[in-house]
């Protein structure tokens, strides 16, 4: 026997014909003979929907309120899969956020579960009761609901098996795994069956969604071990593992476990900007003063006259409040001209083999130089490399680098 935690996402809720096959996937399992803990999303586009009514009341809405609003989607399929659970013959209730109870702190929207009661739930499953837990809420310790930032039922799930000290935490979405890259640019991206947590980090946060970056945080963190599945079918998923545990497996694999691509950023140069200590201060302050997330930063060598350029990205949305904090700050930081572009994207390569293998970054730096692909700044950690190129370059760059690392499926094996 099992205690494992699976968790259903918005598309595998939608509707009621869907929730009876999520059902009979917990029938299955239960049948199996584990104890079930089941964490739900609100159905596909609920949350949307929820959210666009509370904008309509009021711009300003009081976060209290807004998270009543939000956390209602997750509460309306928690009672239905129990419904459904109950007509397929389990016995099974729901648990809502504020009766396991789910602490969380009072950062309303933006919520961070403190710790979970489990007792009771415990108790429940033991008995062979199913457990049904909507996703992305929890309690502030003055007993108002709150919410945990959008796809944060993906955090619940990890956070409800980390309290459960469950022997898994099966998360099915409406892909089946997590892919070297994006399937619909490279039909031949292949389905890593292991990843690290850490690459998946690093993967969630240069664009490939698959799973809340928070969530695979605290996996990593309470060492939940966490595998990705489809609602749809029974093909095999991606589990996350640890380096150490895994060393051996992840050395015989390439040394790149994926290509991810992002198109939010944006890119910004000022031109003509002082060389004098403080400089860098001078302009980055007054845009975290901002609340705006640099991240990519260049500076080149200083001219002659002593000046020098510095090119640096923002999230795309923020680009206009950019450019006017940046404007603000003409006097003080002192530059001739800003530029800004943001039809540019960011490709990266991720891989713990980096780690121990040189060149990897000059792999990529080859390859988009063959293909005429001007590279606009670079970063890099670890475990990933970063570049900025033109947008309209993005389908090439992956398609491209995917190859250049090995990673394309054999012809034979594609569908
Ligand atoms: N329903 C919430 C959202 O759409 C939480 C989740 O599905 O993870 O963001
Ligand atoms: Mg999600």
């Known amino acids: 026997m099992a205690r494992i ?13 869907r929730i009876r096959g999520v059902a009979a996937r917990v029938k299955r399992e239960v049948d199996a003979g584990n104890q079930v803990a089941v964490v739900v999303s609100a159905m596909a586009g609920e949350t949307d929907r929820l959210v666009g ?9 009081d976060p209290r309120e807004y998270d009543v609003v939000v956390a209602a989607g997750e509460q309306i399929t928690a009672g239905l899969l129990a419904i459904a659970l109950q007509a397929a013959g389990l016995p099974a209730r729901s648990w809502l956020g504020w009766q396991l109870p789910i602490h969380s702190s009072s950062a309303h929207s933006v919520a961070r579960i403190e710790g979970i009661d489990t007792d009771a739930v415990m108790a429940a499953m033991a008995k062979g009761e199913v457990a049904v837990v909507p996703g ?14 959008r796809g944060g039922s993906d955090t619940s799930a990890v956070a409800l098996a980390a309290a459960l000290k469950a022997d898994r935490c099966d998360i099915y979405t409406d892909v089946d795994g997590v892919y070297t890259t994006d399937p619909r640019i490279v039909p031949r991206a292949r389905k890593l069956a292991r990843i690290t947590y850490e690459e998946m980090l690093e993967l969630a946060s240069v664009g490939a969604k698959v799973l809340q970056t928070r969530s695979v945080e605290l996996a990593m963190k309470e ?5 990705v599945l489809s609602s749809f079918s029974d093909a095999p998923g991606t589990m996350l593992v640890d380096e150490d545990e895994d060393g051996n497996t992840i050395m015989e694999r390439e040394l790149i476990a994926g290509v991810a691509y992002d198109r939010n950023e944006a890119k910004v140069t ?39 350029d510095v090119t640096f990205t923002v999230p795309r949305t ?76 993005v389908e090439l760059a992956v398609r491209v680098l995917h190859t250049a690392y090995g990673l394309d499926a054999p012809a034979e094996v594609v569908a």
Not at 53 to 61: D, G, I, K, Q, V
Not at 137 to 143: F, H, I, L, R, T
């Open 5 to 17: 935690v699976m968790k259903f996402g918005g598309t595998s809720m939608a509707g009621t014909e």
């Open 53 to 61: 009514f509370c904008r309509e009341a009021s711009p300003l809405a």
């Open 136 to 149: 992305f809420q929890g309690v502030s310790d003055d007993g108002r609901i709150t919410t945990l930032g």
């Open 223 to 227: 060492k939940v071990r966490v595998q």
């Open 270 to 308: 000022l031109v003509g900007v002082p060389d004098r200590p403080g400089v860098v201060a001078a302009i980055f302050g007054p845009l975290a003063d901002a609340n705006i997330n640099v991240d990519m930063i260049v500076q080149n060598i200083a001219k002659a006259e002593r000046t020098t």
């Open 318 to 393: 923020q680009l206009p409040r950019s450019l006017d904090v940046l404007d603000k700050a003409k006097d003080s930081i002192g530059f001739i001209q800003v530029l800004s572009d943001d039809a540019v994207a960011k490709i990266s390569v991720v891989g713990v083999g980096m780690r121990s293998h040189a060149g990897v970054a000059v792999t990529m730096f080859r390859a988009l130089a063959d293909r005429g692909i001007n590279i606009q700044a670079i970063t890099t950690s670890e475990i990933k490399v970063s570049v900025i190129i033109a947008e309209e370059y």
